[in-house]
């Protein structure tokens, strides 16, 4: 099986897809068999898939883990062997900002800010200008994003809506470990006793839906005394949020939700979710 055609340019990327129908994969790279799921569904639906990796400083912030980020193109192309892929682009920071941060960015509004905007300044902001940068550089028909970063996907069909990009975002459901955790490349920080610990997230989700029929507070609650039980686990919030509009719901909510979770296991920041109903 060959590599996909490694491009580091903008300029040749455009002359490549010239004309063709594509499908377009964001990645930050370092990945893993939830990575794949994006690329294999790309490649049902597009005879042209592109797999982007690149490392985006503008979301990272000052004490986050940019320069600790794994990286390891050669590991990354030989992941891709077999999925259909045509291209990696693979620019460096100079090609995808050429003059140093850029001038005009995309912002994430309201919802930018709370969540993992609230604890991460200016993360969405930076994702937004990329995701945007990506989509005019390779102008896809599709675009993925896996439902594990729900935030993340909610602002991007947000974005596509509201600026006319001709881009249809599709998202993929989340991949999973046997035990329930969610494929995270930063999974890969864990020491041992701490992936042990890190299923609690999920096994939180699990108990949070089971309670849907008894409201809000019983979700949080059931959650809560899940999480309560591992020590190892930091969590930095638990939310259940309006999947349409991504504010939290009030007390009376009745219908559809999403509830969210981020924690700190160790030296690794980790994020799920999950669908419920409220009755």
Not at 131 to 153: S, T
Not at 161 to 183: F, N, Q, S, W
Not at 212 to 224: L, P, T
Request: aromatic residues 6%; without cysteine; negative net charge.
């Amino acid at each position: 099986m060959t590599q996909p055609a490694v491009v580091t340019t903008i300029a040749e990327l455009r002359t490549l897809l010239d004309g063709r129908r594509t499908a377009l994969v964001p990645t930050m790279g370092a990945l893993h068999a939830g990575h794949l799921a994006l690329v294999d569904e790309a490649a049902s639906l597009a005879d042209t898939v592109v797999v982007s990796i690149f490392v985006n400083p503008l979301q990272f912030g000052p004490e986050e883990d940019l320069e600790r980020y794994p990286r390891d193109l050669e590991a990354d192309l030989a992941a891709l062997e077999g999925h259909g892929v045509a291209y990696v682009f693979a620019p460096d920071v100079a090609e995808m900002y050429p003059d140093g941060k850029p001038r005009i960015t995309v912002r994430g509004g309201t919802v930018g800010e709370l969540y993992e905007g609230r604890s991460r300044p200016g993360h969405f902001d930076g994702m937004l200008t990329v995701v945007a940068k990506l989509l005019g550089i390779v102008r896809p028909a599709f675009a993925l994003f896996g439902q594990k970063d729900a935030q993340q996907l909610w602002l991007v069909q947000r974005m596509v809506k509201d600026l006319d990009i001709a881009t249809r975002i599709v998202p993929v459901e989340t991949v999973r470990e046997a035990d329930g955790l969610a494929l995270s490349s930063r999974n890969r920080y864990l020491s041992a006793e701490e992936r042990r610990a890190a299923p609690v997230l999920h096994r939180a989700l699990e108990a949070a839906a089971s309670a849907g029929d008894r409201g809000i507070d019983a979700v949080i609650a059931a959650a809560q005394s899940v999480l309560m039980g591992e020590e190892l686990v930091a969590v930095d919030y638990l939310k259940v949020v309006d999947p349409r509009t991504f504010q939290s719901v009030p007390d009376d909510y009745r219908g559809p939700a999403r509830v969210l979770i981020a924690a700190q296991v160790g030296p690794a920041r980790l994020i799920d979710n999950d669908d419920l109903y409220l009755n």
